[in-house]
């Protein structure tokens, strides 16, 4: 690989960890001026992000810092850092979503109980249809419909990997 393949390469890698983070090349440049004696710019990054001017070793440690990934995401050149990279930006999405479905659960079993109370104790006065609905609500099997939703997650995305190849 010749040096002006390796600053693209490496050009390559910044670009995509920084659109990866949602900073803007300004506001990765900014960060920078604060940690460098010498001032970069929106320029400064876009010429490291296609190559045309190569990182200097500091540059590249501090650049990495600014950024919270390892100098070997910068110059990683075989994609196993992307792929690294990507697979933890899934596990915290995942823990993140898991995190807020048990909270929705847990609300959910609470609204539940609080509607059958609300049932058991009006349910002379309450009209005929909502009480359908109600005792329908109460009876949904939870477990098996969120193991369904799941499958649907996973072949939906199976589906969509499948049209994209």
């Known amino acids: 690989m010749s040096e002006r393949e390796f600053n693209q390469q490496v050009g390559r ?3 995509a960890i ?7 090349q300004a506001e990765l440049a900014q960060t920078m001026s604060r940690l460098k004696p010498l001032s970069w710019y929106q320029q400064t990054v876009a010429k490291v992000e296609t190559g045309s001017r190569s990182l200097k070793f500091l540059d590249a440690v501090d650049l990495a810092r600014v ?3 390892s100098t070997d995401d910068l110059l990683d050149q075989d994609g196993q850092a992307k792929a690294t990279r990507v697979a933890r930006a899934l596990v915290i999405e995942c823990d993140a979503i898991w995190t807020d479905v048990l909270a ?3 609300d959910y079993g609470s609204k539940c109980r609080e509607l059958e109370v609300c049932a058991n104790n009006a349910e002379q006065s309450l009209p005929e249809d909502l009480l359908m609905e109600a005792h329908s609500i ?3 099997p939870v477990a098996s419909t969120a193991k369904a939703a799941i ?3 996973r072949s939906l995305w199976d589906e969509r990997h499948q049209a994209a190849q």
């Open 67 to 69: 950024l919270d990934v």
């Open 138 to 140: 109460l009876k949904r």
């Open 104 to 106: 929705r659960l847990v």
């Open 18 to 24: 920084r659109r990866s983070k949602g900073i803007t």
């Open 151 to 153: 499958a649907n997650g």
């Open 13 to 15: 890698n910044v670009a």
